[in-house]
């Protein structure tokens, strides 16, 4: 079972999200736990504050970095603190479904979510924390930005998906983009009195032909939006 401890200013907000669907499914089913932890138990003073105004001034609050650690501190100890520790922030390196495949084989992932204008540097730092991003856009705080890594990680458990097939040419493996999909009814009439066929090839129960096409599709698609994607493909296959 792979556990996740986060470290976050607003328990309240998980499971959130993850208590749905399949992902939901799998921790009814025990396959990963979460635990929170609250940073505002570790608070300082009277008003168990967790923030400080930045050195050097600047508009917003820092978490400061000796309330970071006493919360990290409660879960571990100092001789173990090697577990992987990942900070969530814009500014980290970007999340792929490569890091999710490796995330979703350990055994135990702490998660600390931001919220302000950051953290305290040091605590980064000295408490060995790897900086990731989900995305180069900022949100208010790290708690979504960790469903959405936990909620990646856990469907790649085996397991947790109803046909763990889809996990094998889906967006991103062999950095392709996934190719279209079609369902009934076989001809579609909008609301104009427009009619839409689905592509003749995926009707033709010719599976060498409907792979090709699927194929050609998800090259195409790939070109048009991410050709980053076919670069570091092409390089791969050199
Ligand atoms: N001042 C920071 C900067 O410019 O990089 C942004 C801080 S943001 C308002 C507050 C918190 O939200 C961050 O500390 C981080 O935990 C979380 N966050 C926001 N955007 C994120 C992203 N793209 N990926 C991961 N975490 C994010």
Known sequence: MIKFKILTAYPEMFPGSLNHSLIGKALKENIFKIDTINLHDFGIDNRKSIDDEPFGGGPGMILRPDVVEKALLSITNKNHLNTTK????PSGTLLNQRKLGILSKLDEIIILCGRFEGIDQRAIDILGFEEVSIGDY???GGEIAAQVLLEGC?????GVLGHPESLLEESFSNNLLEYPHYTRPQVWEDSQGNKHDVPEVLISGHHDNIKKWRKNKSVEKTKKVRTDLLIKREQKQD
């Open 86 to 89: 990942i900070y969530l922030t």
């Open 154 to 158: 856990i469907r790649l458990i085996p």
């Open 138 to 140: 900022v949100l208010a």
